[in-house]
C-alpha cells in the first residue's frame, strides 16, 4: 500500500512542480518558464514580459486600487479593468439622481472624467530581493512573534530608506512562507478619473447568479484614466493634471481566438494556500467552511430581502452585498471542490513523499522529520481557536454597529467634538467625524439589528461556553434564551443609531460619560475582552506554530526540488500565470463550450430571472447587423482559459502569444474554484470577458469612439 501511496504521490509533486500551473515570479521566467511557454505557442521573450532595464509589459500592468489589477491601453494612460473592481468608485459617484451604476456613465471628453476621490494606482518599478539582507539578520531558531517583530523593523527601515514621499512606495513581502525577501518598489498615481462603465445590467449581467459561473456573459470591464502633473509624475488631484503618458501600452487584438491558444495573465493574485497542511484542510472541511458559510448565508439573507423591499437600502448595501456574497459562493464552491477530489489525500501523499525524502539523509531527518506529526497535534491542541477565529471575525464583527463604536472609543476621553455644526479642527476630531459620517452613508438600522440577531444567536450556538462574551452569556440568562429581545433593547437604547444624536453626544461633557455605558459599547467591550483574553492567545499560539511550521517545510520542500520550478504562493505582488483557451468537461456527459456570444445573453433573458434582465439598448445594439467585432456573425461575450487565477487576478489582461491583449480575467469557475489549494487541470478555468465584446459594448453602448480612436488596434 505505502509503495502504490508513493508513486501516486510522485505523479502528484510531477503535476505540482510542472510549470503549466503556477502564479511566477516575472523576474525569473527567462530561468524557470521561457521555454515551455513558447512550447505552448508564446513568441515573447522573457525579458519583453519583465524588464527593468527597458519598457516591458510589465509598464503596462497596474495594482488597481490595492485590491484588483488593470491595464494601461493607451498613449493617454487609459486604464481597463473589471466592472466589479471599479464597483465602489463607481457606487460613490452615483446619486438616486444621477445613477450611474444603474445607467452606466460615458464621459464625452477628458473634461467630463470624473475624479474618483481615494483611488490609488500603483506600477511596479522594481522588484529586487533582499532575503539575504533581511534573514542574515534573523537567527535560525527565533520563531513567532519575536521573529515577526525583528522582519518588520528591518522591513520598515528598508522601506522607508526605498520610499520617497506619496509617489514612491516601497515594501517588502515575503515570499516562500518567510523563506525569501522582495523589495517591491511602486509608483503610485493619486489621480485617476472614472472614463465610462456600462450599466451594471451589462457590467454585472447574470449578477449573484452567474458569479463563479459558467457560461457566463457578463461585460465586467469598467474604464478609467492615469492623471499626472505636467511632468508626467503622479500629482494629488487637480484641474492642471493631464492624461499620465505610460513607459508601455497594450495594443489590442481584434481577431478573436479559437481553443489552444496560449494565454497570459499578468497580474497581482491576492493569497493562495497551496502549500496547505492536510490536517488543517480536513479542519478547514469539516469546521471552519461550514461555520463561514453559515453566518454568511444568515447575513446575505437579511441583506437580500431588505434590499428587494427597499430601493434606499438596495443603494445603500450594493457594494456590501456583492463583496459578501462573493466570498460566500467561492466557500461554497471550494468545499465542493476540495470535497468531491480528497484534496486532504492530496496533501497528504505530498507529505509521505516529503517525509521519505526527508528520511534519506539524517541532516534533513533532523531538520524535516518531525514536521507532519508537529502539525497534527497543533491541529489537535490549539485548532478550536481558529475555528472561534472564525466566529469572531464572520459573526460577531459582522455586526456593522460594532465597527463605529470602535473609532467613537477611542476618541472618547482624548478630546470632544466642537458644535455640532462645524468641522472638526484637530486631527482626532476630523477623524472620528470621518468615521461617523462615512459609517451612515452607508447604514441601515433596521437592516442590522436583524442582522445583530441572527450572528448572536449562531455564535452563541456554536462557540464554547468559555469562549463566549460574558454579556451575550448574561443576556442569554436574563432573557431566558430570547437573545432577540436583547438585541431590540440593545437597539431601542443605544446612541449609535442615530447620527447627529451621536455627534452631539460627543459634544458635551456629560455626553461622553454616558457613551461609556451606551448599551452597544458595553457589547463591544464584552466581545473585545473575550477576544482578547480567551481567545486571541489560543489563536496566535495556534498561528505562530503554524507559521513556523509551514516555513520549515517550505525550506524542506525548496530543499527537495533544488533545481526545479516551484512557484511561491499568491502574496499580492506581481505574477504571471500562462495556459491554453479551454473548454472544460464539468461532469460525464457534459462539455463546456470555452466561449459564450451574445446569443447566449437574449436566452438568459427569457428566463425571467431579474439577474438576467436585457436592458433595451443591449437588446438593439445584438440586434444590429453592422458590427465590426463579430466573428462570422457571431459575437463572442466571454471565454476560458487554464490560467491559474485568484482573487486580486481581477482586472488583468489575457495576453495571446505576441502580448497583445485578447480579454479582461474576471473570474474562475466553481467547479475548479479550490485552485487555491488544488489547481486541478481537468476543472480549474478562469473566465475572460472578451475584449471584443469590450469594443462593442463600448461603440454601441457606450458611443465611445473617442476612446476606440485612442486605442491602438491589432489584427
Ligand atoms: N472574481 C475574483 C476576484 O474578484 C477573481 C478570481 O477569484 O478568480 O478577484
Redesign the pocket.
Known amino acids: 500500500m505505502k509503495s502504490l501511496l508513493l508513486v501516486t504521490a510522485i505523479l502528484v509533486l510531477f503535476v505540482q512542480v510542472s510549470a503549466r500551473n503556477g502564479m511566477w515570479m516575472p523576474q525569473y521566467l527567462d530561468t524557470w518558464n521561457e521555454t515551455e511557454m513558447q512550447a505552448m505557442g508564446s513568441k515573447l521573450k522573457a525579458s519583453d514580459i519583465y524588464s527593468e532595464e527597458h519598457p516591458s509589459l510589465k509598464d503596462a500592468v497596474v495594482h488597481f486600487g490595492g485590491g ?1 489589477t488593470g491595464e494601461v491601453v493607451s498613449a493617454d494612460g487609459l486604464l481597463f479593468t473589471n466592472h ?1 473592481c471599479g464597483y465602489s468608485q463607481i457606487q460613490s459617484l452615483s446619486t438616486l439622481g444621477n445613477n450611474y451604476l444603474k445607467n452606466g456613465f460615458w464621459a464625452e471628453s477628458q473634461e467630463n472624467e470624473l475624479p474618483c476621490p481615494g483611488l490609488v494606482i500603483s506600477f511596479v518599478r522594481e522588484m529586487r530581493e533582499v532575503t539575504g539582507l533581511i534573514l542574515s539578520q534573523i537567527p535560525d531558531d527565533i520563531s513567532g512573534k519575536d521573529r515577526e517583530n525583528r522582519i518588520k523593523i528591518l522591513s520598515d527601515s528598508l522601506e522607508k530608506k526605498f520610499s520617497s514621499g506619496d509617489s514612491i512606495k516601497a515594501s517588502i513581502q515575503s515570499f516562500y512562507q518567510g523563506n525569501a525577501y522582495y523589495l517591491n518598489i511602486m509608483e503610485v498615481f493619486h489621480d485617476i478619473r472614472l472614463v465610462g462603465t456600462p450599466p451594471e445590467s451589462i457590467g454585472n449581467f447574470g449578477g449573484e447568479t452567474d458569479n463563479w459561473i459558467w457560461p457566463r456573459h457578463t461585460g465586467d470591464f469598467s474604464i478609467f484614466r492615469i492623471y499626472a502633473s505636467r511632468e508626467n509624475k503622479p500629482a494629488a488631484y487637480s484641474r492642471d493634471n493631464v492624461p499620465y503618458h505610460p513607459r508601455q501600452f497594450f495594443s489590442i487584438r481584434t481577431s478573436g481566438i479559437k481553443e489552444g491558444d496560449f494565454t497570459l495573465v499578468y497580474g497581482f493574485p491576492g493569497t493562495t494556500q497551496y502549500y496547505q497542511f492536510a490536517s488543517v484542510l480536513e479542519d478547514m472541511i469539516s469546521d471552519s467552511y461550514p461555520v463561514k458559510i453559515a453566518l454568511r448565508n444568515a447575513r446575505l439573507e437579511i441583506l437580500r430581502k431588505s434590499m428587494a423591499e427597499n430601493d434606499t437600502i438596495r443603494l445603500k448595501y450594493a457594494s456590501k452585498f456583492r463583496r459578501l456574497a ?1 466570498y460566500y459562493k ?1 466557500w461554497k464552491g471550494e468545499l465542493s471542490g476540495l470535497t468531491e477530489y480528497h484534496a486532504p489525500d492530496t496533501l497528504k501523499l505530498r507529505e509521505l513523499a516529503f517525509e521519505a525524502w526527508a528520511e534519506k539523509n539524517p541532516v534533513s531527518s533532523s531538520r524535516y522529520g518531525g514536521i507532519i506529526p508537529a502539525v497534527s497535534a497543533t491541529v489537535a491542541n490549539l485548532g478550536k481557536y481558529s475555528l472561534a477565529n472564525d466566529y469572531f471575525t464572520e459573526g460577531l464583527r459582522g455586526i456593522e454597529l460594532l465597527s463605529l463604536v470602535s473609532p467613537v472609543i477611542k476618541f472618547i476621553g482624548k478630546n470632544r467634538l466642537p458644535d455640532p455644526d462645524s468641522a472638526g479642527s484637530s486631527d482626532e476630531q476630523q477623524k472620528v467625524l470621518n468615521a461617523i459620517n462615512g459609517f451612515y452613508k452607508n447604514y441601515d438600522v433596521h437592516v442590522d439589528r436583524m442582522n445583530c440577531r441572527e450572528m448572536i444567536q449562531i455564535v452563541i450556538r456554536g462557540l464554547p461556553d468559555e469562549m463566549i462574551p460574558e454579556i451575550l452569556k448574561k443576556a442569554d440568562s436574563l432573557y431566558n434564551g430570547n437573545t432577540g429581545n436583547y438585541v431590540s433593547d440593545l437597539f431601542a437604547g443605544s446612541v449609535f443609531l442615530e447620527r447627529d444624536k451621536l455627534k452631539e453626544m460627543l459634544h458635551r461633557e456629560t455626553g461622553m460619560d454616558s457613551i461609556k455605558n451606551d448599551p452597544a459599547v458595553l457589547l463591544y467591550r464584552s466581545v473585545q475582552n473575550t477576544w482578547e483574553n480567551v481567545v486571541r492567545p489560543g489563536y496566535e499560539t495556534y498561528r505562530n506554530s503554524m507559521d513556523s511550521l509551514k516555513r520549515i517545510y517550505m525550506k524542506g520542500i525548496l530543499e527537495m526540488h533544488a533545481g526545479e520550478a516551484v512557484f511561491p504562493d499568491a502574496n499580492s505582488t506581481l505574477r504571471v500565470s500562462y495556459g491554453k483557451v479551454r473548454s472544460m468537461k464539468p461532469r460525464d456527459g457534459i462539455l463546456y463550450e470555452w466561449y459564450t456570444t451574445t446569443a447566449g445573453i437574449l436566452e438568459k433573458g427569457l428566463t425571467g430571472n431579474e439577474d438576467y434582465t436585457v436592458p433595451a439598448v443591449l437588446r438593439s445594439a445584438i440586434s444590429d447587423p453592422d458590427n465590426l467585432y463579430a466573428e462570422k456573425g457571431l459575437q463572442h461575450v466571454c471565454f476560458m482559459a487554464d490560467n491559474h ?6 482586472g488583468s489582461p489575457v495576453l495571446d502569444g505576441n502580448g497583445n491583449l485578447i480579454g479582461i480575467n ?3 469557475a466553481w467547479e475548479g474554484v479550490m485552485s487555491d489549494i488544488l489547481f486541478q487541470p481537468l476543472k480549474s478555468r ?1 473566465i475572460i470577458v472578451d475584449i471584443r465584446y469590450v469594443l462593442f459594448i463600448m461603440k454601441k453602448v457606450g458611443k465611445a469612439d473617442r476612446l476606440i480612436k485612442e486605442l491602438r488596434l491589432v489584427p
Open positions: 484588483c466589479h462573493n467561492r487565477t485568484t482573487g486580486g487576478n481581477s474576471f473570474d474562475r478562469n
